[in-house]
């Protein structure tokens, strides 16, 4: 499973044969059932995890009762709670199982430890933070351009895997929609 890691590092920086054996002694692997918490709201975030196999969601609950998703991570994706993780606060998310998940995860200290050691890892991190950070603002501004139809459909086109694998009603929740709604523009197209 490590390898999937390395593999994933190593479309953005170079490793020596001693680092890809290193990093991974930083990580833990964790099975996940469905619908399985990794983290709650109202905790501490003390993990990043990365997704080797399945898909993982994080979403918060607003005033109303209602839960909102803000984000998915399929295979080869980092999630966590940044904001927490960072600054060892309570998080306003929940990070959850969408599907049986396999999940290698790193904590802060660890983390620390790992860029101590393999500097040439905040180049690899930056990276994927600028992309997870680009991605967030791209749904943000179509969120606030596009009619709901038109942000589902540049949404299937672009995303196809996720409207395969996602449940509707969450698929919904993080294209700002309810579930009729969705089933209704998936029935007029």
Not at 84 to 106: G, P
């Amino acid at each position: 499973m490590a390898e999937q890691l390395i593999k994933h590092i190593e479309r953005f920086i170079t490793l020596t044969e001693e680092q890809k054996v290193e990093i991974p002694k930083y990580f833990t692997c964790k099975e996940t059932g469905k619908k399985e918490s990794l983290i709650t709201q109202g905790a501490k975030c003390t993990h990043h995890f990365f997704v080797i196999e399945g898909c993982l969601r994080m979403f918060f609950i607003n005033g109303r009762g209602v839960e909102k998703t803000t984000q998915f991570a399929l295979e080869n994706w980092w999630i966590t709670d940044y904001a927490s993780f960072e600054n060892s606060t309570i998080t306003d998310f929940t990070i959850q199982a969408v599907e049986r998940s396999i999940i290698l995860q790193i904590d802060h200290c660890s983390q620390a430890e790992l860029l101590s050691a393999h500097p040439q890892l905040e180049r690899y991190f930056r990276t994927i933070f600028q992309r997870a950070y680009a991605a967030s603002q791209i749904r943000m501004k179509y969120i606030n351009e596009f009619s709901r139809e038109e942000f589902y459909l540049h949404f299937s086109r672009n995303f196809p895997v996720f409207v395969e694998r996602i449940p509707q009603n969450l698929l919904a929740s993080f294209l700002n929609m309810t579930p009729e709604y969705l089933s209704e523009i998936k029935k007029s197209l």
